[in-house]
């Protein structure tokens, strides 16, 4: 299943899911039916129902386009109207570093720093939640503070079920679904900080992600997908998730020792090379570009980059 937020013709905030070319609006199927909680129905409170959820969703899509056209919950897929799928996560966005061995290479040139031995354990750094954006929207960026900013797809997952010191044998049980993520990045401001990637990760609108989220089940092997990015329609990115260094399992289980992830958490699972940072000459995003990034069966965003 595909499951999405987006703005119904209300103006306010609905779970959808993809039923054909159109958006099935689970918020105003579940107020027309016995269950009237579809109202205050939002993203996190399905993923929290957890298999109660994603079986509600099943029903919805197994009813009958008689019943649906006559409910008029079937509304025309928009892409303008998506939003990220989780529009305020709880906490930071979550994210893996130079888990590619070639982004790692590419990243430690144009940083000019000796080779070293890939680390004993992943590389986390996060983004704020107030990085998130839509997965079609204009995104605003102020040249003022930086001209380095880039690009970077990455396969993201979002947690389903809560968990602390997972075993790598049960991380999937902690996964609710995928999507697809731009960790777009400030070079300059993520390096003058110490090396400490927080503040060049976390400006406004640098995350992003969605289209939808594509549940578990749809992929049950999530170890060899491709990922694209394209600016302006050339192709800059193009790499497996089979070269990560950690993969789903070693990373949920690094993550949660000591730490409770939580339902709607979002993390984002590294970027292969071909990243601006990493070309010669470097390359940045200016006002009017055009980014597409792409997850092999999960979906692609599309985002312009406009001066603030």
């Known amino acids: 299943m595909r499951i999405m937020t987006f703005i119904s013709d209300k103006g306010e905030q609905h779970v959808g899911l993809l039923r054909g070319e159109q958006i099935l609006d689970l918020s105003l199927w579940l107020s027309q039916g016995?269950?009237?909680?579809?109202?205050?129905?939002?993203?996190?409170?399905?993923?929290?129902?957890?298999?109660?959820?994603?079986?509600?969703?099943?029903?919805?899509?197994?009813?009958?386009?008689?019943?649906?056209?006559?409910?008029?919950?079937?509304?025309?897929?928009?892409?303008?109207?998506?939003?990220?799928?989780?529009p305020r996560p709880r906490k930071n966005v979550m994210c893996l570093g130079r888990n590619y061995a070639e982004h790692r290479a590419e990243s430690m040139r144009a940083w000019n720093e000796p080779t070293t031995p890939r680390p004993e354990y992943p590389i986390f750094f996060t983004k704020a939640p107030t990085a998130v954006a839509a997965p079609y929207a204009d995104l605003p960026f102020d040249f003022k503070i930086s001209e380095q900013l880039d690009w970077e797809v990455a396969l993201g997952i979002v947690i389903g079920k809560p968990g602390k010191n997972i075993k790598q044998e049960d991380a999937f049980d902690h996964v609710f679904g995928y999507v697809v993520v731009n960790d777009i990045s400030v070079r300059d401001v993520q390096r003058r900080h110490g090396n400490q990637?927080?503040?060049?990760?976390?400006?406004?609108?640098?995350?992003?992600?969605?289209?939808?989220?594509?549940?578990?089940?749809?992929?049950?092997?999530?170890?060899?997908?491709?990922?694209?990015?394209?600016?302006?329609?050339?192709?800059?990115?193009?790499?497996?998730?089979?070269?990560?260094?950690?993969?789903?399992?070693?990373?949920?289980?690094?993550?949660?020792?000591?730490?409770?992830?939580?339902?709607?958490?979002?993390?984002?699972?590294?970027?292969?090379?071909?990243?601006?940072?990493?070309?010669?000459?470097?390359?940045?995003?200016?006002?009017?570009?055009?980014?597409?990034?792409?997850?092999?069966?999960v979906g692609k965003i599309r985002n312009r980059i406009v001066g603030d």
């Open 197 to 297: 990637y927080f503040k060049g990760k976390s400006f406004d609108n640098s995350c992003p992600f969605g289209p939808w989220i594509v549940t578990r089940d749809e992929i049950p092997d999530p170890t060899n997908l491709q990922l694209w990015t394209r600016v302006n329609g050339e192709e800059k990115q193009h790499g497996n998730t089979k070269s990560m260094y950690d993969a789903i399992p070693a990373i949920i289980a690094s993550l949660s020792e000591g730490m409770t992830i939580e339902p709607g958490d979002l993390v984002a699972t590294g970027t292969p090379e071909g990243v601006g940072m990493g070309r010669t000459p470097q390359e940045w995003l200016r006002p009017d570009d055009i980014i597409e990034c792409e997850v092999e069966r």
């Open 34 to 86: 016995a269950d009237q909680s579809g109202s205050s129905l939002d993203m996190l409170h399905l993923i929290e129902m957890g298999d109660a959820g994603l079986d509600m969703c099943r029903e919805a899509l197994t009813d009958s386009d008689e019943r649906l056209n006559a409910s008029n919950v079937l509304v025309p897929l928009e892409l303008s109207k998506l939003l990220a799928p989780v």
